[in-house]
């Protein structure tokens, strides 16, 4: 079976107060710093620590080969107004004929509870449908990570079920050193419909007007 499409277009996706775009040398700084944060450490892959080696590499090689090889795409989420990175969207594990794949998310820690995940999640969401004609994307979130799960509600996804100890989570014991703990995975996911309105809900809660476009 031949598939229509094989690989994201270079893009960018603006929202009333985010720019999502490809990572910039620029970036590498931002990066280092957001993904050290015990958070991303705790509910990530990420390589910890984190070194500025990493960070390079991620902006220069890794996040651009997700597109290139037609993984997915990788968006650095920055601020409108003060151009700064506060985060991170990565479209993974596309399959082109099903037209899914699954969404993750990092916020950088200064920039948390603004609501920038739900708006950059929900303007990828809403180009990943309307633009690339995807039927269905998927979210994964440890059992435990409270805030990733506000975050997949607000935007409209519904629960699926439990993946019983399909995670690994790096807590700290009473020494502070890390230690892998398994968890359960809540598997959610979105379809084009769920998505309607959304968008005003969460523009409105926020106190700023809802709009994205993408080019
Ligand atoms: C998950 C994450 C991206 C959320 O970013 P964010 O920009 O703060 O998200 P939003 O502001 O859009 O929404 C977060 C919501 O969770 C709530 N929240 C945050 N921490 C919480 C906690 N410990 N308990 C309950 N609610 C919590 C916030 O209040 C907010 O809800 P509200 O808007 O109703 O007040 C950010 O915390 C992060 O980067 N975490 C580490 C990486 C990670 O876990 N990624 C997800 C992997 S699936």
Same mark, same amino acid.
Request: glycine letters at 6%; charged letters at 25%; proline letters at 3%.
């Given at each position: 079976?031949?598939t229509?499409?094989? #690989?994201?277009? +270079?893009i960018?996706?603006s929202?009333?107060r985010?720019?999502?775009? @490809?990572?910039e *040398?620029a =970036?590498?700084?931002g990066?280092?710093? #957001?993904m050290? +944060?015990?958070h991303?450490v705790?509910w990530t892959?990420?390589?910890? @620590?984190y070194? *500025?080696? =990493?960070a390079?590499a991620?902006v220069?090689?890794?996040?651009?080969?997700?597109?290139?090889?037609g993984?997915?795409?990788v968006f650095?989420v920055? *601020?409108?107004?003060t151009?700064?990175?506060?985060?991170?969207?990565?479209?993974?594990?596309t399959d082109?004929?099903v037209?899914?794949?699954?969404?993750a998310y990092v916020?950088a820690?200064w920039?948390?509870g603004?609501?920038?995940?739900?708006?950059a999640?929900?303007?990828?969401?809403?180009?990943?449908?309307?633009?690339q004609?995807f039927?269905?994307?998927?979210l994964r979130?440890?059992a435990?990570?409270?805030?990733?799960?506000?975050?997949?509600?607000?935007?409209g996804?519904?629960s699926?079920?439990?993946?019983?100890g399909?995670?690994?989570?790096r807590?700290?014991?009473?020494?502070?050193?890390?230690?892998?703990?398994r968890t359960?995975?809540?598997?959610w996911s979105l379809?084009?419909e769920?998505?309607?309105?959304i968008?005003d809900?969460l523009?409105?809660a926020?106190?700023?007007?809802?709009?994205s476009?993408w080019?």
């Amino acid at each position: 079976m031949t598939t229509a499409n094989s #690989m994201f277009p +270079d893009i960018s996706i603006s929202t009333e107060r985010l720019v999502l775009r @490809p990572f910039e *040398e620029a =970036d590498i700084d931002g990066l280092t710093e #957001m993904m050290n +944060d015990e958070h991303v450490v705790a509910w990530t892959t990420a390589p910890h @620590p984190y070194t *500025e080696a =990493d960070a390079r590499a991620w902006v220069t090689r890794l996040a651009p080969a997700e597109r290139t090889e037609g993984r997915g795409i990788v968006f650095a989420v920055t *601020e409108f107004l003060t151009q700064r990175l506060v985060g991170m969207v990565h479209l993974q594990h596309t399959d082109w004929r099903v037209r899914s794949c699954e969404i993750a998310y990092v916020v950088a820690p200064w920039a948390r509870g603004e609501g920038y995940a739900s708006e950059a999640a929900l303007a990828v969401t809403q180009w990943l449908f309307r633009d690339q004609g995807f039927e269905r994307l998927e979210l994964r979130t440890a059992a435990d990570n409270v805030a990733s799960q506000q975050v997949a509600q607000k935007v409209g996804c519904i629960s699926e079920g439990i993946l019983r100890g399909a995670c690994i989570a790096r807590t700290r014991d009473e020494n502070g050193a890390l230690s892998d703990t398994r968890t359960d995975l809540i598997v959610w996911s979105l379809l084009p419909e769920d998505v309607d309105g959304i968008a005003d809900q969460l523009a409105e809660a926020a106190g700023y007007t809802a709009f994205s476009e993408w080019n």
